[in-house]
């Protein structure tokens, strides 16, 4: 009974021991199990961390890229974030030029310097382009280690890079760039944030490329500014020394002399025109270049009282004054100027001296040749019309003593407020001006009607105070100066016949001119022995 029992307990120990086995070792595997869970996870852990890494560099990338429109900066960045991760010496970054049409290196790492030179991928339809505008990632060698387009990258030097793996720059419909790198292999993980990384750069480039080509734009749009700033200022001037041409010698600045400008300014002596190369000249020149001016004066009493000047000073028992009597010829005997006939009558004379328009003197005298004729009749002339507005007071914007030209305008006029210089020509408190311009329109009333407007556009409110107006359009020069101009002698080619007017001088302007010409004239009157 006693061994039964013995033996019943010691089934029971075995039993249990087998059970107490059985739970050890599903413990045991249990153990293992979560080891190997434990590690997968670990791996999943790292894997995530990675991720998240990435993820996070791929953050920091994007507000690197945002606003930085350098390229030269951006690819450094670019290239050596995939260097970073990738872990790897030797890539390159291509990218478009849209000038030139093609990809080139901008920047490389580990490579030789020539490569930035001799390598230039040029798309054409085939497959590269076609994995290239795919957008994705792509290896450019097969499981030998050679290129799978070797053709293609023979042509264009593309395996001076010594990739071995392609990564498209892309926006939407846009191939920024191409990044090679050389490495033996990419897994997902790296492959996805090459991707990422380049599909951000692609946008950071393409806003570069924009911003550039705005900036070039604008830069070229600033130079353009700039130079037409310039040529506005020079067509200002061009426009103020044509205006000035016109009151100076009658005709265009086309036609004017550039001593004539000079001269008529002040600024030269016009006895030496032609020497406008002399040392002594070149302070006027600067002064003409600097905007001073001489002053200048003007008759008390008005104009006629030069001529009354004049008449009052010849003698009453030796001249007679005849007026208003037409001459109509010249008469000349054996080659000699002995009087002239009027519609009143003949005056027989030692000398006669003839102030009319010299382009008129062959119509007067036979004894002139063709030639003298001819050369003549180049004489040209301009009408100038002068406006007189009396004023019924005093403008501070016409107080100055002197003249002014208003240039802006397709009527430009010559202002002299004459009444500055003499009181006497205007009523007490009032003013009297007078504004000048060429006349360059065929009808005299349209060219009225144009200065009219240019006067009050040019000082506002002097129409309301304008009291009475009065017209007059002259011939004030008798002879234009121009670079073609023909000037006679005052010793004319007739014996005894002798010329004054502004006709015959090229020197100053108006009355100053016609006196110079009078000048002239008397020497020659006194050379030929009429005079002692």
């Not at 059970?19 to 790292?46: F, T």
């Not at 429109?69 to 478009?96: N, W, Y």
């Not at 505008?133 to 070797?150: N, W, Y």
């Amino acid at each position: 009974m006693k061994k039964r029992e013995n033996s019943s307990e010691t089934e029971n120990s075995g039993s249990q021991l087998a059970r107490l086995k059985q739970q050890v070792n599903g413990k045991c595997a249990e153990i293992l199990k979560l080891k190997q869970d434990n590690k997968q996870l670990n791996e999943q852990i790292k894997k995530l961390d990675k991720q998240v890494f990435d993820l996070y560099t791929l953050a920091q990338a994007g507000k690197t890229f945002t606003g930085n429109p350098d390229l030269r900066r951006l690819s450094e960045v670019f290239t050596s974030m995939v260097q970073d991760r990738l872990g790897i010496k030797k890539c390159a970054l291509l990218l478009h030029d849209r000038n030139l049409k093609l990809y080139t290196v901008i920047k490389a790492h580990g490579l030789p310097h020539e490569v930035q030179e001799n390598v230039q991928y040029k798309p054409a339809e085939g497959s590269l382009w076609q994995l290239i505008q795919a957008g994705e990632p792509f290896s450019v060698k097969d499981l030998s280690g050679e290129l799978r387009l070797e053709t293609v990258f023979r042509e264009n030097n593309l395996q001076l890079l010594e990739s071995t793996y392609w990564v498209p720059l892309k926006t939407k419909n846009y191939v920024v760039g191409i990044l090679a790198v050389k490495k033996e292999a990419l897994n997902e993980d790296e492959l996805t944030f090459l991707t990422l990384l380049s599909s951000q750069a692609a946008v950071a480039f393409n806003s570069a490329f924009t911003y550039q080509t705005l900036e070039a734009s604008r830069k070229e749009l600033d130079k353009q500014m700039h130079l037409l700033a310039i040529l506005y200022d020079v067509s200002k001037a061009l426009h103020f020394i044509d205006t000035l041409s016109y009151f100076l010698s009658g005709m265009s600045m086309e036609l004017t002399p550039a001593w004539r400008m000079l001269g008529g300014s002040g600024y030269l002596d016009e006895d030496k025109e032609a020497n406008l190369r002399a040392k002594n000249h070149i302070e006027k020149i600067k002064k003409l270049a600097r905007n001073n001016y001489y002053g200048h004066g003007y008759p008390v009493g008005g104009i006629q009282k030069i001529t009354d000047a004049v008449i009052a000073s010849m003698p009453e028992r030796n001249v007679t004054i005849r007026k208003n009597e037409e001459v109509l010829k010249i008469i000349s005997e054996a080659g000699r100027a002995v009087g002239i006939v009027t519609d009143q009558g003949r005056y027989n004379a030692d000398i006669v001296i003839y102030s009319g328009f010299m382009k008129n003197l062959p119509s007067l005298i036979s004894d002139v040749d063709s030639a003298y004729s001819k050369n003549l009749s180049k004489i040209r002339q301009t009408r100038t019309m002068v406006l007189w507005v009396g004023l019924k007071e005093k403008m501070p914007e016409l107080s100055y003593i002197g003249s002014e030209i208003y240039y802006n305008t397709n009527t430009p006029y010559w202002a002299i407020p004459v009444s500055n210089y003499d009181p006497a020509l205007a009523p007490k408190n009032k003013q009297l001006v007078g504004f000048s311009t060429t006349i360059r329109e065929d009808d005299d009333q349209k060219q009225l009607k144009k200065l009219r407007n240019t006067i009050y556009k040019a000082i506002p409110g002097i129409k309301s105070l304008i009291e009475f107006e009065h017209i007059q359009v002259t011939i004030p020069e008798k002879a234009a100066i121009t670079i073609d101009t023909y000037f006679p002698s005052p010793k004319s080619p007739v014996k005894g016949l002798y010329l004054v007017g502004t006709d015959t001088d090229i020197r100053s302007m108006g009355v100053t001119r016609a006196s110079y010409s009078v000048l002239e004239a008397l020497k020659f009157i006194q050379k030929d022995g009429f005079l002692q």
